[in-house]
């Protein structure tokens, strides 16, 4: 069973700093990983994803990959209250063709006015 | 812009009755996905669907689940004996044509209670 770990939190960071999530998965073969966020009682909704090393940024949104760590993150810069929600970390897994997310449990931020 | 729909937003139902939950997906998607999220867990593949057949199916879907895409555009997912343990949070997600953008976009969900 192919994981993917996230600390739950709750991450509480002040307004207008950094928020850093992080997310680890199992399969060394993952070649994609998406960051959603969802609110309380809502869908998950597409911040960014990434496929290469290094670094990509959207915003104030960063997203970072570490193939060899097997390691994901994604940077929040200027945090604002609206950022208050969970961070969900999926990666992509493909087999014989078809593909599906498999989602961590998520990382609840709240961003302190 | 475009985004997938739900139907209905909520469904109250008592144990042992059959559900259904629709989906519109994306006009131009051809990949169709459910996945759940019980309360306070993770969101977890269920099924996918492509070429009006079922891709892959995860160990939840057991034979209690069917998909069924019966029109153009409708996707749906039918319960047909409800199980307390079924009462979850539905999403519908759905993603263009292979090669194209790998982003899979979620539909609100369907609130699915269980009595």
């Known amino acids: 069973q192919k994981e993917v770990e996230q600390n739950s939190g709750p991450l509480s960071v002040p307004e207008g700093a950094i928020a850093s999530l992080n997310c680890t998965y199992s399969?060394?073969?993952?070649?994609?990983f998406f960051w959603y966020r969802q609110y309380s009682g809502k869908s998950p909704e597409l911040i960014m994803f990434?496929?290469?090393?290094g670094d990509k940024e959207d915003g104030r949104f960063t997203a970072q990959l570490n193939k060899a760590s097997q390691y994901v993150s994604l940077l929040i810069r200027d945090s604002q209250p609206s950022d208050s929600a969970t961070y969900l970390c999926?990666?992509?897994?493909?087999?014989?063709?078809?593909?599906?997310?498999?989602f961590g449990t998520g990382t609840r931020l709240t961003i302190i006015p | 812009e475009p985004e997938v729909t739900q139907t209905p937003s909520h469904q109250v139902t008592q144990m042992g009755q059959e559900v259904i939950l629709r989906c519109v997906p994306i006009s131009n998607h051809l990949y169709f996905y459910w996945y759940r999220q019980i309360l306070g867990q993770k969101v977890e593949f269920l099924v996918s669907f492509y070429n009006n057949e079922i891709s892959e199916k995860s160990e939840i879907f057991d034979d209690q689940f069917s998909v069924e895409r019966p029109d153009g555009s409708n996707f749906t997912l039918k319960i047909r004996s409800t199980k307390l343990e079924d009462s979850a949070m539905y999403f519908c997600a759905s993603r263009e044509r292979w090669g194209g953008e790998e982003t899979q976009y979620f539909g609100p969900g369907t609130r699915l209670l269980v009595l």
């Open positions: 399969d060394r073969g993952s070649q994609s």
């Open positions: 999926a990666v992509k897994e493909v087999n014989f063709g078809n593909e599906k997310l498999t």
């Open positions: 990434i496929y290469s090393n």
